[in-house]
């Protein structure tokens, strides 16, 4: 694969166009956290291969070992993949399975975060660091510590403030921890009991630690109580991300095993969040993951789907459409397939 593999995409067509068009189509890419770094639109996605394992509820068969960093000019249309920024043989503490990751910018250095499990097979969350926002990145030779399971997303505030949301049940492995404490007897709540909530923590001044103990946000129902662990079509499943409109926090997240993309609404970065609505409809494949980028006065939905590889559910590649707020503040829900 040449570093600079190039494809195009047609800003003024996107929504046109998305159904079919991935970013690129010369690897597999997906869960895709995108940021605007100095007028360019940057993806950091996992980066999908056939590794040959068979399929489990765990997940094992995304075996991905590296991360690509994908470009989007916004002028040409032209998305960039510039070769491996980091790979999992680089990092001491992780030995496989290089997950969802994200990226923050800050006093010119640019930070990946990524899940990777141990050779104890306990997922953990480190950083790498670069000057470049396309890498190559040089990994911490520790995982982070007080991380744990998967799926990092690193939000900045207005004020400055850096904050990591993280969880992930089933492979993720939240089910295994109470209070940051992980035992492996541990499990998934009844199904008539308060669902398990994703982490957030505030991150360090120099982004390469957590500040504080990383705690639960609420994620309530239109009455004010916790969703309920049965409650599949709403509760917390993976895929945090954080995104801020009119002044309101917006976290959305996956609900797994009913493949949608949902979102809930508060007032600041720890919640608690009132339940939106949804923000993406299933797509082809088992996983749904997405991120929300702001570029100028537009938003954008990056996320994955299957239709490239016919259905493979751990072969994605990474898409994007516009967003749309409404005058209330709920978001429009996306119906992949009928844009
Ligand atoms: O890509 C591996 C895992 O699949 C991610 O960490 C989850 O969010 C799901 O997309």
């Not at 869960?31 to 040959?52: L, M, Q, R, T």
């Not at 990777?116 to 097979?121: I, Q, T």
Request: charge should be negative; glycine fraction near 8%; charged fraction near 25%.
């Amino acid at each position: 694969m040449p570093e600079d593999s190039i494809d195009h995409i047609d800003f003024d067509k996107l929504n046109e166009k998305a159904v079919s068009q991935p970013l690129v189509s010369h690897i597999y890419t997906a869960d895709p956290s995108a940021h605007y770094f100095d007028g360019k639109i940057y993806i950091y996605p996992s980066h999908d291969i056939e590794s040959n394992i068979p399929f489990d509820d765990l997940g094992s068969h995304f075996a991905m070992e590296d991360y690509h960093v994908i470009s989007v000019d916004r002028e040409s249309g032209e998305a960039t993949d510039h070769g491996v920024a980091l790979h999992v043989k680089d990092v001491a503490w992780a030995e496989k399975q290089m997950w969802a990751p994200d990226a923050a910018h800050k006093n010119g250095k640019y930070y990946l975060y990524f899940p990777a499990k141990k050779s104890d097979g306990i997922f953990q969350i480190g950083v790498a660091v670069s000057d470049s926002p396309t890498g190559p990145f040089t990994p911490e030779p520790e995982a982070i510590k007080g991380s744990y399971t998967i799926d990092p997303a690193v939000f900045e505030d207005e004020d400055g403030s850096y904050y990591m949301y993280f969880g992930g049940i089933w492979g993720g492995q939240l089910q295994k921890y109470r209070n940051n404490v992980y035992n492996y007897n541990n499990e998934l709540p009844k199904p008539n009991e308060p669902a398990l909530l994703p982490i957030v923590a505030k991150m360090t001044d120099d982004l390469l630690e957590f500040s504080e103990e990383p705690k639960e946000i609420k994620i309530l129902d239109e009455n004010g109580e916790l969703l309920l662990e049965g409650d599949n079509d709403r509760r917390f499943f993976e895929a945090s991300w954080m995104h801020k409109y009119n002044g309101k926090y917006y976290f959305s997240y996956s609900t797994g095993d009913t493949h949608f993309i949902c979102y809930a609404i508060g007032d600041n970065p720890y919640g608690p969040f009132t339940y939106g609505g949804r923000i993406l409809e299933p797509v082809v494949g088992w996983t749904s993951h997405h991120s929300i980028c702001q570029v100028e006065d537009k938003f954008y939905l990056f996320y994955h789907d299957s239709s490239l590889s016919k259905g493979v559910t751990h072969l994605r590649s990474v898409k994007m459409v516009e967003l749309e707020h409404q005058a209330d503040g709920h978001i429009k829900t996306i119906s992949p397939y009928s844009l």
